[in-house]
Antibody, heavy 112, light 107 residues
Framework: EVQLVESGGALVQPGGSLRLSCAGSGFTFSNYWMTWVRQAPGKGLEWVANIKQDGSEKHHVDSRFTISRDNAENSLYLQMNGLRAEDTAVYYC????????WGQGTLVTVSS | DIQMTQSPSSLSASVGDRVTITCRASQGIRNDLGWYQQKPGKAPKRLIYAASSLQGGVPSRFSGSGSGTEFTLTISSLQPEDFATYYCLQYNNYPYTFGQGTKLEIK
């Protein structure tokens, strides 16, 4: 069974940093682009970043965020720096560059 | 950035109805478009990719069409489990962008 499990969401103060993780299983992780998408409370979906299979190509919607991956560990990461209140959201990991399958999400709350 | 405009933003319909949701792109995106369904408190689920290809396991009452700047998602006969919010996503140009969503409610 294809599975994506996010972790690392937390309450963080404005200006702080956080690293999200996503563990993939049930598919050959290294064969797929991987994606992060977020959803602020009561709002729509926002594409955040994606990364090529070998990590050689990355795209981000915001330069404060950095996507990375470890294919040996079947893991995807999102490093978030300089967090703001408007970054408060559920962050989803998704398989494929165009988000073909999704994890259950992890909540990031930015507040003092 | 490419803007994706979905219409309508909300829609009331009955079980058995045929429903169409439209997504318009601010510039041509070939057929690089997906449709997603999201139920409250759940992760989105992709229904359609490449504008008209049905994702595996998705019922055939869902269909997608379009190319260039105008796209549609059609549900041929609404079932109770279809009441949800639907989003389109363009993946032709970075940054990828979602439509604002269409909330489909029971009439």
């Amino acid at each position: 069974e294809v599975q994506l499990v996010e972790s690392g969401g937390a309450l963080v103060q404005p200006g702080g940093s956080l690293r999200l993780s996503c563990a993939g299983s049930g598919f050959t992780f290294s064969n797929y682009w991987m994606t992060w998408v977020r959803q602020a409370p009561g709002k729509g979906l926002e594409w955040v970043a994606n990364i090529k299979q070998d990590g050689s190509e990355k795209h981000h919607v915001d330069s404060r965020f950095t996507i990375s991956r470890d294919n040996a560990e079947n893991s995807l990461y999102l490093q978030m720096n300089g967090l703001r209140a408007e970054d408060t959201a559920v962050y989803y990991c998704a398989g494929g560059g165009a988000a073909g399958w999704w994890g259950q999400g992890t909540l990031v709350t930015v507040s003092s | 950035d490419i803007q994706m405009t979905q219409s309508p933003s909300s829609l009331s319909a009955s079980v058995g109805d045929r429903v169409t949701i439209t997504c318009r792109a601010s510039q041509g995106i070939r057929n690089d478009l997906g449709w997603y369904q999201q139920k409250p408190g759940k992760a989105p689920k992709r229904l359609i990719y490449a504008a008209s290809s049905l994702q595996g396991g998705v019922p055939s009452r869902f269909s997608g069409s379009g190319s260039g700047t105008e796209f549609t998602l059609t549900i041929s006969s609404l079932q109770p489990e279809d009441f949800a919010t639907y989003y389109c996503l363009q993946y032709n140009n970075y940054p990828y962008t979602f439509g604002q969503g269409t909330k489909l409610e029971i009439k």
